[in-house]
Every structure is written in C-alpha cells, then in structure tokens.
C-alpha cells in the first residue's frame, strides 16, 4: 500500500508511472522492414507474413462473402442475441451524436457554414489472440455505419485454419463491413495505409493491437502517403476511486476485468479508507483463484498500485494526473464527485457500473485513450469518422463591408498579392456603379 500524503513529488510520479512501453528501436526497425516490403510486394509480401506469424496454408487474403455468411449464420443464437442487443445500444448512441451543420452570417453579406461529411474509406483493425473481439467490430463498424462511410475496410488474423471465428464474422456482417482480409499485425496496418493489389487505400485507420500494429500506425501516419490514425495506444488500464462505503468484491473484479486483458494491463485503487484497501487486496486472491486467465492477470497485478489519502479530494487529484483509460467511481454521492474528476477516457460511476458494461453493451465506445492520453485525446466518437469544412461567401454587399479589413490585415503582414485580390474586386464594383 502507498502512503500518498508521504510521498515526494518524484516518488508520486513514480508511483503513477505505467509499465515501460514494450515497443523499442528493434520494435521500430522491425515494424519500418515490414511496412517497406508490403510497400514494395503488396499481397505476395502480406500473404508472407501471414504465413510466418498465423496461419501457414493461407494462399488467399480475401475472405468471399459467402464463407462469411456461412460463418456469421453458424453463430450460436444466444450470442448472436448479445451481439443484436449491444450493436443497438451503440448504435442509438452514437446515432445521438450526429452534428448539425452550422450556417450563420459573421457580417452583412458575408456568410459562413461548418459542414461535416463522412471519411470515404475506413479500415479497422480486429486484434487475434486467444479470444475473438466481436465488441471492437461493433465500436469500430457502428459510428463508420452511422456516419456514412461508403466503405469499411477490416482486416484481422486468421486462426490456423486460414478464417475467422462466427463471433467476428456475424459482428461485420451486422455493421455493414464491405471487405474482409485475413491479415493482421504490422503487414495489416502498411496494406491499408499504402494499399495493395486487393486491399484499398483507406483514409483513417481505426483499432487497437500489439506494440507492432501500434508503431505501425504511428509510421503510417507520418507519411504523406500514408493514412490517418484514431489515436496513441498502450496497454490497457483501470482507476478505481472508492472510500469505505464500496463494496469490495466489486472492487477487485473491475481491477481485474483490466488486469486479464494482458500481462502489461495496469489497475489502480485510490481510497481513502486502509480498510477498505485490505479487503480489496484479500477479494482480489480470492477471486483470481477461479479465473481461466489467472495467469495473466496475476502477472498484471504485479503492476497494480493500492494509493491511501488523506481526502476524495486528494483521490481526485491523483487520478487527475494519472488520467486513466477507464475511471470507476464508487463512493458515496458518486454524481457529485464527479466535477472534481477532469481527465479520464470513459467514466463509471455507482457500484451497479461495470467496467464491462462499457466495454460491450451500454452504448459508449471502448476504444479509449491510454498512457495519460486522456489528457489531451477523447473516447472514439462518430466524429472521428467524420470531417468538418467550411464555406463562406460574401456577396457585393459583403466585399465591400469587410473588404478594406482584409487589406489592412494582408499589407500589414506584407502580403500584397492577398490585398491586391480583394482590391482589384472593390475596383470593379466601383466601374459597375
């Protein structure tokens, strides 16, 4: 247990410091090797890769519509029911979130607009690995279905058998996903940045993954013919605030429903009450004993921190400055706590708020900031699959008001050519009148 009020400004940070990153130079070099030969080989050197890492019989990269509905119609009903119910939730939510064009006149006769239009082509990244991940479908195919985006692109790896899992085929039939490639890592993420012989440049590249799609991504995102990115990713991450009146069971299983997503996960408890800390820390091995992924989870709470402070005032402030990927608040009037929390990529409040509600069903969106993004990132929202423009025109009546404005702006940053646009407009008024 950490004593925060005893702690020095350095040992605080340090006792807030994640995991050191996994990605490195060889990391880097590895992932820029891979991206040059997908640019230079295209589906011969995906195809490769894919052989190499996942799958060693794979001899195509596209998965045909029918093997997907095949797939998709073989899902057992009562996941298929899961997945209905959650891809409604996230739909109406992120429905909710539509921007409204804004048209206005700034002066007389001259008028401004912001419009929004959807991204063209987006590409979604599904991560393999031991459990399929039919939610990220959902929180990455919904808000690019909702905002119009006339193609979607995802790739995932194939499983030895050279396809993909029902959970994950029935998710991408039910959000509209255009293409299927059986592809993933860094190779995954340079195909859809670049473009291959059957996998199309996409203008924003969307979806979680390993220290390799993530270096990957960061590359891609670097070139000018590269692609954009949602946002920086680590691991996965979980703060807890709770004073004495949580309850403690609840507690250890929101810090390891973070904890099993991998060994470099990071859970943190802050409270105020040293009882409360114990129990957590007992409810945690108790728990952990009838987990599947206990191995994992357990190596990860080798990260946790148990923080004790004086006040939830002194709570609030240490998940400020460690602005987590999923906050939790339970604690008395948790509403009116909630004012006092200002960096975090999605909130949980009251004791009935699983971290897993956010993560498939309640209708917010997972893919969060992580690694202190949450400072200056927000959660995924419709917007990212979106882009704004704008639109002014200014009548006769409009160039002649705002006219001698502009010039004096542009001579004062000596830009005569800029000046001289709008001069030689007010000169030809002049000749029509």
């Given at each position: 247990?950490?004593?925060?009020?005893s702690l020095t400004d350095t040992e605080k940070q340090q006792a807030l410091a994640r995991p050191t990153a996994s990605s490195s130079r060889q990391t880097s070099d590895t992932v820029a090797q891979i991206i040059n030969r997908v640019e230079k080989d295209g589906?011969?050197?995906?195809?490769?890769?894919?052989?190499?890492?996942?799958?060693?019989?794979?001899?195509?990269?596209?998965?045909?519509?029918?093997?997907?509905?095949?797939?998709?119609?073989?899902?057992?009903?009562?996941?298929?029911?899961?997945?209905?119910?959650?891809?409604?939730?996230?739909?109406?939510?992120?429905?909710?979130?539509?921007?409204?064009?804004?048209?206005?006149?700034?002066?007389?006769?001259?008028?401004?607009?912001?419009?929004?239009?959807?991204?063209?082509?987006?590409?979604?990244?599904?991560?393999?690995?031991?459990?399929?991940?039919?939610?990220?479908?959902?929180?990455?195919?919904?808000?690019?279905?909702?905002?119009?985006?006339?193609?979607?692109?995802?790739?995932?790896?194939?499983?030895?058998?050279?396809?993909?899992?029902?959970?994950?085929?029935?998710?991408?039939?039910?959000?509209?996903?255009?293409?299927?490639?059986?592809?993933?890592?860094?190779?995954?993420?340079?195909?859809?940045?670049?473009?291959?012989?059957?996998?199309?440049?996409?203008?924003?590249?969307?979806?979680?993954?390993?220290?390799?799609?993530?270096?990957?991504?960061?590359?891609?995102?670097?070139?000018?013919?590269?692609?954009?990115?949602?946002?920086?990713?680590?691991?996965?991450?979980?703060?807890?605030?709770?004073?004495?009146?949580?309850?403690?069971?609840?507690?250890?299983?929101?810090?390891?429903?973070?904890?099993?997503?991998?060994?470099d996960s990071q859970a943190i408890l802050v409270s105020n009450s040293e009882a409360l800390i114990a129990d957590v820390k007992q409810a945690v091995e108790e728990q952990l004993e009838s987990l599947s992924r206990a191995d994992i989870a357990r190596t990860a709470?080798?990260?946790?921190?148990?923080?004790?402070?004086?006040?939830?005032?002194?709570?609030?402030?240490?998940?400020?400055?460690?602005?987590?990927?999923?906050?939790?608040?339970?604690?008395?009037?948790?509403?009116?706590?909630?004012?006092?929390?200002?960096?975090?990529?999605?909130?949980?409040?009251?004791?009935?708020?699983?971290?897993?509600?956010?993560?498939?069903?309640?209708?917010?969106?997972?893919?969060?900031?992580?690694?202190?993004?949450?400072?200056?990132?927000?959660?995924?929202?419709?917007?990212?699959?979106?882009?704004?423009?704008?639109?002014?025109?200014?009548?006769?009546?409009?160039?002649?008001?705002?006219?001698?404005?502009?010039?004096?702006?542009?001579?004062?940053?000596?830009?005569?050519?800029?000046?001289?646009?709008?001069?030689?407009?007010?000169?030809?008024?002049?000749?029509?009148?």
């Amino acid at each position: 247990m950490i004593i925060w009020s005893s702690l020095t400004d350095t040992e605080k940070q340090q006792a807030l410091a994640r995991p050191t990153a996994s990605s490195s130079r060889q990391t880097s070099d590895t992932v820029a090797q891979i991206i040059n030969r997908v640019e230079k080989d295209g589906d011969a050197a995906v195809i490769d890769f894919t052989r190499q890492f996942d799958c060693p019989d794979l001899t195509t990269l596209k998965l045909d519509a029918q093997t997907l509905d095949t797939l998709a119609d073989s899902l057992d009903s009562s996941v298929a029911r899961a997945i209905n119910r959650a891809y409604n939730n996230i739909h109406a939510f992120h429905s909710a979130q539509m921007p409204t064009d804004v048209t206005m006149e700034t002066s007389p006769g001259v008028r401004c607009e912001l419009k929004y239009t959807a991204l063209e082509h987006v590409g979604i990244y599904i991560p393999g690995g031991s459990a399929p991940l039919p939610s990220t479908v959902l929180m990455l195919g919904v808000p690019a279905r909702v905002a119009g985006c006339q193609r979607i692109t995802l790739c995932t790896p194939p499983n030895k058998q050279g396809s993909v899992t029902p959970e994950i085929a029935y998710a991408a039939r039910k959000c509209g996903v255009t293409e299927v490639f059986l592809c993933g890592g860094a190779q995954a993420i340079a195909a859809m940045a670049l473009g291959t012989q059957s996998i199309r440049k996409a203008d924003k590249i969307f979806g979680p993954g390993n220290s390799y799609v993530t270096e990957a991504k960061q590359q891609v995102s670097l070139r000018p013919d590269g692609a954009a990115i949602d946002m920086p990713a680590g691991p996965s991450e979980v703060l807890v605030i709770a004073d004495a009146d949580a309850n403690p069971a609840f507690v250890a299983s929101d810090l390891l429903s973070q904890a099993e997503h991998g060994p470099d996960s990071q859970a943190i408890l802050v409270s105020n009450s040293e009882a409360l800390i114990a129990d957590v820390k007992q409810a945690v091995e108790e728990q952990l004993e009838s987990l599947s992924r206990a191995d994992i989870a357990r190596t990860a709470m080798q990260n946790a921190r148990y923080i004790l402070t004086e006040t939830m005032d002194e709570a609030a402030a240490v998940s400020n400055q460690y602005a987590p990927e999923h906050l939790i608040v339970q604690t008395a009037q948790s509403a009116d706590f909630l004012p006092k929390l200002k960096n975090a990529g999605s909130v949980f409040v009251g004791p009935w708020s699983p971290e897993s509600a956010g993560d498939y069903a309640s209708g917010t969106n997972h893919v969060l900031p992580t690694y202190g993004y949450a400072k200056n990132y927000s959660s995924l929202g419709l917007l990212d699959f979106m882009r704004r423009y704008t639109i002014q025109e200014l009548s006769a009546t409009g160039i002649k008001d705002l006219g001698p404005t502009i010039m004096s702006l542009a001579q004062a940053e000596g830009l005569d050519a800029h000046s001289n646009a709008v001069a030689i407009r007010l000169d030809a008024l002049k000749e029509e009148s």
